[in-house]
């Protein structure tokens, strides 16, 4: 137990020596690391592509910390998260071939994280940099979308444009989505389309407003018309009246009605008791006029 004690107590100071020795290797591992540029770091919604002598590795690497070989390899950091693009002062043509003064819209975009290393090879001259971050494609998408929007606004009327702010928006969306898939499939989202603002040439805002008075004033006429035909309903329903009404009481006066209805006014001339002229019309017998309807 003695010799035991001495052996642990003399292996003490080698063992306190060659730990600090280690931290310090370590420490200079990671520094050498650090100062090479081994270390790289990837934000989250990035994705990292390796460009090794020339050649760019097809498999990105993933959000956050990992190793890459020094001095050969550099990492570029690429956007996979939501990019927009600006598209300012658009004077496209309409359906009718008159242009917007000024057209401005917003396009946003994703691209597959799988297929960033894919999309950086294909549009090498087509890609942008901003802080160091690279945008896959952005100026392909640009050009696109300009053709888009282009596309879009002739096939509307230059009078309707102003009101149709989302329709223009859907059509862009769907359009430039079908032009990216037909030579990228799986690649590119276009996840919105906004309109920022419509400006139309002073000649199609005075058409405007022409076309508007016009429909006022049609409108105003298709009114009176409805008012006369209405007017003219009512006389003819009236007319209708008068007539039914006439052939009713034209029915109703027969030979011996009319009779009857003379008997009775002579026995009210009769019943009087004064002197009184009567005129007998042509073609009337005594006895016509002797009628007693009462009896007496």
Sequence with gaps: MKNNK????NS???????????????????ALLTVTGAFVV???????????????????????LSLKLPFFTRVMETSAKEIVIDLNDLKPKAKDNL?????????????????????????????????????????????????????????????SLHRERELI???????LQGLLDSDNPDTFVITRVVVRAITTDPGIEESIKTAIANQKRLEAKQIEVDIAQKDAEIEIERARGIAEANRIIDQSLTRNYLQHEQNVALQKFAENGQNNTIVIPAGMTAANLLINPGGK
């Design 99 to 159: 242009s917007l003064k000024d057209l401005d819209i917003s396009v946003y975009y994703r691209v597959a994280p799988e297929r960033a290393a894919e999309t950086l090879v294909k549009y090498a001259n087509g890609s942008s940099m901003e802080q160091g971050i690279v945008y896959p494609a952005y100026n392909v998408i640009v050009r696109e979308s300009r053709r888009a929007v282009y596309e879009t606004v002739a096939t509307l009327e230059s009078l």
């Design 6 to 9: 001495i052996s642990t107590r």
């Design 169 to 175: 928006s859907a059509n862009v969306q769907t359009r």
């Design 42 to 64: 990837i934000e989250t919604g990035h994705v990292g592509v390796d460009r090794t002598l020339g050649t760019i590795d097809m498999d990105e690497r993933a959000p956050g």
């Design 12 to 30: 003490s100071p080698g063992l306190r020596r060659a730990l600090p020795l280690a931290v310090i290797v370590v420490a200079l591992v990671i």
